[in-house]
């Protein structure tokens, strides 16, 4: 996800897009929804009030994406401008896995559907580098999203030269068709805070003052941006009457990097070693991996509220729980899901032995 946006030499950067993206992607079978080519509204500079759902952009120009916008009279033109869309999203696309695809951007961009921030790609100035290679794919949350009137797609953009803009690409709203449903869904509203505390697992703690976050999505598209180092989740659920008496699983998407995930005070799993020495941390690719941990049978409460806490430690760029599925589900159905995944990762081994 995160490492294709490091710069690196063209020949390598191409490689690890590839290697990224293939991981990533094998799973997914994008249907689209929505096809959002065509007229966008458009105005160049910068002013974050245009990100709101509610600015007026009545005056700005109309440019057709994707296209660079020196090719839709802005000539010459390298520094920040924004696009806005609007679009309905009907009510059967609840919930559904959904994505806006926005093909490639050049160079750097911030995406705001209805004035929440769901994705960026490169770094602006002061910090400025380039995604200009970077595939743009967002998650458009339920939460945000309205099912009785207009939704706004707000793109913030800087080109540093040459072409900019949304310029090339599948430009629309996309359902991961393959998205893997849990038996129980957990609640989409956690609390999170930063810093580290080995009671915030605790059943009993209060974690009332803690900020109201989405998951899956980045920390960083809730109020955190820059922040690397360790985070807190934690949500409170009860179990359904019907999964009371089998065995279960516990899924907690993709976490960038490293995760430990306690149930009622009780770790059940961690991807990675955390350590509160940060010399003896070590990161890899674990923010590829989907988190699926077994819950001891006698750990669940089925007459009152459970709790789940997730220790995070993100070592640089994105963090926090990225992307579903989040959940619990039977395991039965999970080692099913398994071998589909190992099944297609059998195939994209052949697809890429072929390639070479």
């Known amino acids: 996800m995160r490492k294709a946006r490091i710069i690196l030499s063209l020949p390598i950067m191409a490689g690890l897009l590839l290697t990224i993206g293939a991981t990533h992607a094998q799973a997914q079978d994008w249907k689209q929804l929505l096809d959002l080519r065509g007229q966008w509204k458009f105005e160049i500079g910068d002013d974050v009030r245009r990100a709101d759902s509610a600015f007026n952009d009545a005056k700005w120009e109309q440019v057709f994406v994707p296209a660079n916008w020196e090719d839709e009279g802005f000539p010459g033109y390298d520094g920040y401008a924004w696009y806005r869309k609007r679009f309905r999203a009907p009510g059967e696309w609840k919930g559904k896995s959904l994505y806006l695809h926005l093909g490639h951007i050049d160079d750097v961009d911030e995406v705001y559907l209805n004035g929440h921030l769901i994705g960026f790609s490169g770094g602006f100035p002061p910090k400025y580098f380039t995604a200009y290679d970077a595939n743009r794919e967002y998650p458009l949350m339920g939460a945000y999203l309205k099912y009785a009137g207009d939704n706004v797609i707000a793109v913030r953009v800087f080109d540093e030269k040459l072409g900019g803009g949304i310029n090339y690409g599948k430009i629309g709203i996309f359902e991961d068709a393959t998205a893997f449903r849990t038996d129980f869904q957990l609640p989409a509203m956690w609390k999170f805070t930063t810093g580290d505390n080995m009671e915030w697992k605790e059943t009993g703690f209060d974690d009332s003052r803690w900020k109201d976050v989405i998951v899956p999505a980045l920390w960083e598209t809730q109020g955190f941006r820059d922040y690397d180092g360790f985070g807190w989740y934690r949500v409170k659920f009860r179990l359904p009457q019907q999964l009371t008496e089998k065995r279960l699983i516990a899924m907690v998407g993709r976490i960038d990097d490293l995760d430990e995930v306690y149930i009622n005070g009780e770790r059940i799993g961690r991807t990675g070693y955390i350590s509160s020495n940060r010399d003896r941390l070590s990161i890899s690719d674990e923010y590829l991996e989907v988190r699926a941990y077994t819950i001891p049978s006698d750990l669940l409460r089925t007459d009152r509220e459970n709790v789940m806490a997730v220790r995070v430690y993100d070592g640089f760029q ?33 697809f890429d032995f072929l390639l070479k």
């Open 318 to 350: 994105h963090g926090g729980i990225y992307n579903g599925p989040i959940g619990i589900v039977t395991r039965d159905r999970y080692r099913k899901w398994e071998e589909s995944q190992k099944e297609q990762m059998k195939e994209w081994n052949v």
